[in-house]
């Protein structure tokens, strides 16, 4: 399995996240969006839109995090992934997005603007690789990493799945 995840890697020359796996810009629009024509909690310009592709391992995680846009997960291939959202109601659910529709997975999944949300590997010993797409782009000063102690404060009956998937 190494082998084949340190291919796509190469093939599709990723780099390290902040957040867990692996990920490569594809799209970044050339137009921009200006801060005027914003809402009040972007801090500059953006492009219009943004994409990447993700690898995700069994063996690591994406922690929880949260950006001001919507994020739109694509599947492309290895095992379904799970996507861990906290909502803005403070309600916890987790996604699958796959191909096993019968199962209930979903091949494309909207996490909203301001929700928690992390990712996991469904299967042992494989990966996931998937896309997301950010509108307006994505900017790393829109991108905030959870903290262990203040996301359980906030939202103390989730203490299990927010210690798991987080790393501060």
Same mark, same amino acid.
Request: proline share 4%; charged share 25%; with cysteine.
């Given at each position: 399995? +190494?082998?084949?995840? +340190?291919? *796509? &890697?190469? *093939?599709?020359?990723?780099? %390290?996240? $902040?957040? @867990? ?5 594809? #799209? ?10 914003? /809402?009040?909690?972007?801090? @500059? +310009? ?6 990447? #592709?993700f690898l995700l391992t069994s063996d690591n995680f994406s922690a ?15 095992? %379904?992934?799970?996507?861990?959202? *906290? /909502?803005?109601?403070?309600? #916890? ?8 529709? +019968? ?7 909207? &996490? $909203? ?6 990712? =996991?590997?469904? /299967?042992?010993?494989?990966? =996931?690789?998937? @896309?997301?797409?950010? =509108?307006? @782009?994505f900017d790393f000063e829109d991108f905030e990493l959870a903290e262990?102690? =203040?996301? &359980?404060?906030?939202? $103390?009956? #989730?203490?299990?799945? *927010? ?6």
């Amino acid at each position: 399995m +190494d082998k084949k995840i +340190d291919e *796509i &890697v190469k *093939i599709l020359d990723m780099n %390290p996240h $902040p957040e @867990g796996g692996f990920y490569k810009e594809t #799209y970044r629009s050339n137009d921009i969006i200006k801060k005027h024509a914003l /809402d009040n909690k972007f801090t @500059g +310009d953006r492009n219009y839109c943004t994409a990447i #592709y993700f690898l995700l391992t069994s063996d690591n995680f994406s922690a929880f995090h949260r950006i001001k846009q919507d994020e739109i997960w694509h599947y492309y291939q290895g095992s %379904p992934l799970y996507v861990h959202v *906290i /909502d803005h109601n403070g309600e #916890y659910k987790r996604y699958v997005v796959g191909i096993n529709l +019968d199962q209930g997975a979903l091949p494309q999944l909207v &996490v $909203p603007a301001g929700c928690w949300f992390a990712s =996991s590997v469904k /299967d042992a010993n494989s990966y =996931s690789l998937v @896309g997301c797409t950010v =509108s307006p @782009g994505f900017d790393f000063e829109d991108f905030e990493l959870a903290e262990r102690k =203040s996301l &359980v404060q906030e939202y $103390p009956k #989730y203490n299990e799945v *927010i210690t798991q998937f987080t790393r501060i």
